[in-house]
Every structure is written in C-alpha cells, then in structure tokens.
C-alpha cells in the first residue's frame, strides 16, 4: 500500500449509511428535462456504458465547435492523460457570448447586485459581447495571447466575469484570485502561474465596508518584476489611487480606445481555459488546470440537468466568481445555456438580513444556489426577514461546499422552497469542474442530507480505504473515488503533473481520488462525510492545515504547529491551533503570564490573516509544551482532534504515541485555552 491513511473518515464518522433517514422527497416543479428515475437511469446507464456516444452527441448539441472534434475520449485515469473532444476547435467566450447575443440581444446576461442596491445594472448579451471584445483588444495590444496567463484580481462584479470572457476570448488562460486573499497569497499564485498582467481594480465595496484592492496588489507585486501590465478597472473612483506609469493602467481610458468587436480565436478542445489555485494536503496551493472543451460541456450539462435550467429561467448563484463555484454556475454554465446570471457583490447581511430574499424578489429567481453556512446563518438571525418578500418565483435550490445536515435541509425546503422547489445538494470540487454528486431537479428523488446520485458519466465508486478495493454493493461506507475519466474533470497541476498523478490518481490505481469519506445506502445514494486527508472545510472554504502551519512557523517563537478541524455549528468546521514555542521560558507561555499569552495569541491569528487571508484564521490557538508524536516523529493529530471535540474520554488506543505523558497537559491546556473560553462566550 501506498502510505495512504484515509481512515479518519471511521474515527470521525459514526453515521453508518444505514442508520441515515430514508424517506423520499418528490417535488415536480413543472415539466423537467429529465422528468423521472428512470429516464435518468437510462440516461445515466448510457453515459457510462458508451460515454462516446452520450458525450460525442452533447458537445455537438450544447457547444459550437469551429472544427469538429474527430475522438470523443483518449486516455485514461491510470496514466493521468485524459482528453476530450479530440482536433476539435471552438472558443468559450463566443459559446458564452456571441451566439447569445446574435439571437438575443437584449437578453440580461448578468444582472448586478451591487454591494449598495443603488448600483445595480443588468448587462446585456449585446453589452457583454461589446465589453469582451473591447477588453480582449487591450489585452492584445499588450502581447496577451493564446496559452499565456493572466491574473484576475477582483471582486464579485460584472468586470469580474467580463475579464475572464476577455481572457478565454484571445485563448490566454485567466487565473482568478479570490479578492479575500491577502497580498503575499496573491503573489504565490502570480510567481506560480507566471503570469504577465493582472486585471484589478481600485478598490472593493463589501458589506458597505472598503477594501483597498490595488494597494493589496501594489504590496504583492513588490519586487516582482514578471509583471508588466496591470488594468484597473475603476469600481469606487476614490481619487489618489497610485498607478505606475508604464505598468498601470485604467480600464475605461484602456476600453475606450478599442472597437466593439473582437473576434475569437480558436482553441484546441484540451487546451487551458482556466487555472484555479485550492489548498490540498501540502503546504503550497495548486493550480488547478481546466480544459476549454471537456470543462465547458461539463458546465453546460449540469446546469441544465441538475438544475433543470429552462431558457427564461434566472440563476442567482451567491458563492463568489473566486471560487470553483462562482465560475462554473455564476458564468460558464449559465451563459454557455445564454441563462441569465445574478452576480452578487455584497453579502446575506447587508444592509439587513432580508438581502437575499429582495434580490430573488427583485429578479424574479428561478434557482438559487449557497453554501450551507450562509443557510445557517440565516437560519440563526435572518429567519423573520423571509416572510416580508415574495419569493415564489424559486423552483430549485442548491446546495453546495459542504455537507448539509438533515435539519437544515428540511429548513431550506420548508422555509425558503415553501415545500415547493427541489432542494439539490451538489458535491463536487474545483478539480471535478462541474457537479459529481447531485439529484437532477424534478426527476431524482431527494432525501435530506444526501447529494443523492452520480451525475452522467461519473462512474462513482467507494472504496474501503484499509484494503484499497472497491465495494461494489450498496450499503457500504469507504472513500469517494471515480472509475472513469468525466469531460470537465482537471487535467493537470499547473507546473507539476506528477502532483497531480500522485494526489488523484495513484491512492487507488486505476480510480480518481476524491479525498472525500462517503457512504452508499441501500437505494445507492451517496452520503458525503467530509475530508479524509489534511484539508479542513470552514464556511464552505477549502483550507490546508498544512498551509496554516507554515504560516504559523514562520513566527520566530514558534517551535512547531499542529492544525486541525473541529465540528463547528455555525461554520461546519472550524480551525484549531496547537502550537508549541521554541523557548518554553517564553514570556508567552501561558504557565508563565497570561497578558503576553494574549498578545502572542493575536499575533499568531493576525499572521494568518496576513499571509493567507482572514478566512483562513484559526477560532483559537492553543499553546502546548510539546505535540503528540508518534515514535518517528509523525505528530498524531487524531489525538488533538479528539481532546479539542471534547472527547478526551475516547482517545483509544495511544500505544504508537512516543510521549503519551503530555496528554494529560494537553487535556489541561485545551480546557484553559479553549473549552472555558468557550462556555463563557
Ligand atoms: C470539497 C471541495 C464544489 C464547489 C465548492 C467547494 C466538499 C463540496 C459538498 C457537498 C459535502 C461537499 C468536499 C469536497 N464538498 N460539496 N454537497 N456535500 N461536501 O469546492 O473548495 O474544491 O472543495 O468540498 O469535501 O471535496 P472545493
């Protein structure tokens, strides 16, 4: 075996499939696509038994290719060479655009929804084809051209989706970076992707709070001198913001000086749209590599199957174009279909806690699409808002970034759906592109707290993760993995393919590794049970505890850091801290003055959000003597999971522990640092 340990899923879980409720949810909105079980059982039996076929006739029906493609599929998982859609050319900013905006030019392609609803615009199709094109020209004017890549690094706005259109339309590939990180997370994946411009913007407005982007892009480009062009689009117009002659310049200077029409240039099916960095099991992110072709079918189908997306219907996606979701259900699927796209600038608070539900009254929403943790907060504070607005207009409600428990899922149907929508919990991840896990609107029955059935052409399977052979049955709980290669599934690790043929696909030859715990019941549904390897899940925002302790290393009292996940009401999991100092004598021992203890506390937390961003800040940091080591020096995070969740009753068996001793200071330490703190809150 491969030194893999994906056995958490056992020691965090006790769920056992079976004991999962079993009743059926049955909601018809209305005439679906795919209107039973058993059309998606043909369907779905199709699509793996002949993915050529099934999948040759879907890229020609939902894309239009320049040249058609000449092989469906190559490849194979085992090899980590799979391709799409072979010789075959087409461009994804006119699937998104133009076609759309030659039959429907007035259509809304993007409504906004400005961080202050005085600003709220809808962009056209015919606008959003003018937009692409002007600054897909700039971009030309200054060397971009296909196979480069350019860094986006902006807020949740139309310019946000138009730069990216811009980008795929000279065949550049875009790496978004998510407006949260902070200034050196931003620099990492510039020098990784090496990328030569960046588009950007003054300043963000979130929560009626400023954020000051282009001095957070000034201080991370400090020093690199690989970046010769920078756009800034011009969100606030505050005065004064520092622009560097014969780097900087501004958007609508830039725009003004281009026609409105800039033609597509034609890509390979297999090569790069996009590059998306996530956190995996090791300390530095990786950049994830998306195909033109394979991805945007990917993005197409499942919207319109799993959302069961009609040509009128609205699609207000709340999660941010940063992350995987925002790309591929707040612009490639909705627009790739010429669906309308709500882009959401602000957040569920703001200005008050009925935001959400006046945008879906607004715009007359069709499907709306969040994490959980946005649900729980709602649930927690917002609830009385609902009432005030109409939003019937909901036909299907998505989940989606984490698990969504049972309860909360009847909440969300009762209080949001009114027992009318269809309530789908999509799992999938930023490598997948697209849902793998998720109930086709109006045909799958639902059941609460399962992601339900294997999207077409995703040949799921679970694999019991001791012996690393498949359980083929129902009613068996293992490892999330995938037995054959799916169109929008990633092809590489940006600069490292062999990390990404070790991460995905050597764990179980022959399988995709989803790094995911889940059950299959009796009925083959899936049951999600988070993590299995060293990746932490907090309010639907995908962290490495690998990366976290770097970052906590890096301060000069730090001896050693160990991070973990712990269950968390509010935000599904939350982020613990153990570190240990390098003089033990330190002033900050907590043993030694507990002011200092506070002020180290801060410092640490403070150096996270620094170096990463705020997301990723630890709820707590509890300072220890020593970490639990197994005999070769392996730091045994099971233990600390379990004293943090409270269960230092159930460490089991501590006999590979090196210094079990310390254990009953750590117990100590986690009351005084954390579980009193806690309580008293
Ligand atoms: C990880 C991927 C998918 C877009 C947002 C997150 C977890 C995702 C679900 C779900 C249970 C889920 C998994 C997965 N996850 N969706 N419906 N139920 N868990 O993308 O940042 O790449 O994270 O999120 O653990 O591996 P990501």
Known sequence: MTGRDHTKVHEAHHIHARQAPQHFYNSQPGPAYVHDMETYKKMYKESIENPEEFFGKMGRDF??????????????????????????????????????????????????EADDEADNKIITFGELLREVSKV???????????????????????????????????????????????????????????????????????????????????????????????????????????????????????????????????????????????????????????????????????????????????????????????????????????????????????????????IIQRHKATHFYVAPTA???????????????????????????????????????????????????????????????????????????????????????????????????????????????????????????AHYINTYMKPYPGYYFTGDGAGRDHDGYYWIRGRVDDVVNVSGHRLSTAEIEASLGNNEAVSEAAVIGIADELTGQAVIAFVSLKNSAHPANPLEGESTADELHRELILQVRGEIGPFASPKCIIIVKDLPKTRSGKIMRRVLRKIASNEADQLGDLSTLANADIVPSLIDAVNVQFLEKLKKK
């Not at 859609?85 to 905006?101: I, K, M, P, Q, T």
């Not at 282009?214 to 800034?232: A, C, F, M, Q």
């Open 63 to 112: 894309l239009h290719w320049d040249r058609p493609f000449t092989k469906v599929q190559s490849g194979s998982l085992e090899n980590g060479d799979v391709a799409w859609f072979l010789n075959g050319e087409l461009n994804a900013s006119y699937n998104c655009v133009d076609r759309h905006a030659f039959a429907n030019p007035d259509k809304p392609a993007l409504i906004y």
């Open 136 to 358: 897909a020209g700039v971009l030309k004017s200054w060397g971009v051209k296909k196979g480069d890549t350019v860094a986006v690094y902006l807020p949740m706005i139309p310019s946000t989706v138009i730069a990216m259109l811009a980008i795929a339309r000279l065949g550049a590939v875009h790496s978004v970076i998510f407006a949260g990180f902070s200034s050196g997370s931003m620099k990492d994946r510039i020098v990784d992707a090496g990328c030569k411009v960046l588009i950007t913007c003054d300043e963000g407005r979130r929560g009626g709070k400023t954020i000051h982007t282009k001095k957070i892009v000034d201080e991370g480009l400090n020093g690199v001198d690989s970046v010769s062009h920078i756009l800034v689009f011009q969100r606030t117009g505050t005065e004064g913001i520092p622009m560097k002659a014969g780097r900087d310049f501004w958007w609508h200077e830039e725009t003004a000086k281009q026609r409105g029409y800039f033609p597509p240039v034609s890509c390979n099916a297999e090569d790069p749209l996009f590059l998306l960095y996530t956190s995996g099991s090791t300390g530095s992110p990786k950049g994830v590599v998306h195909s033109t072709g394979g991805y945007l079918l990917g993005a197409a189908l499942t919207t319109r199957y799993v959302f069961d997306i009609h040509p009128e219907d609205v699609l207000f996606t709340a999660g941010d174009v940063g992350w995987i979701t925002g790309h591929t259900y707040a612009l490639y699927g909705p627009l790739a279909l010429g669906t309308t796209s709500i882009i959401f600038e602000s957040t569920p608070a703001y200005p008050d806690y009925g935001r959400y539900w006046r």
């Open 375 to 497: 649900l729980r907060l709602i649930k927690r504070v917002g609830e009385q808002e609902i009432s005030k607005y109409d939003i019937s207009s909901l036909r299907v409600l998505g989940s989606v970034g984490e698990p969504i428990s049972p309860e909360l899922w009847e909440w969300y149907h009762k209080t949001i759906g009114n027992e009318n929508c269809v309530i789908c919990d999509t799992m999938w991840q930023t490598e997948s592109g697209s849902h793998l896990i998720a109930p086709l609107a109006g045909a799958v029955p639902t059941k609460p707290g399962s992601a339900s059935v294997p999207f077409f052409g995703v040949n799921a399977a679970i694999i019991d993760p001791v012996t690393g052979v498949e359980l083929p049955e129902n009613d068996v709980e293992g490892v999330l993995a995938v037995k054959s290669p799916w169109p929008s599934m990633a092809r590489s690790i940006w600069n490292n393919h």
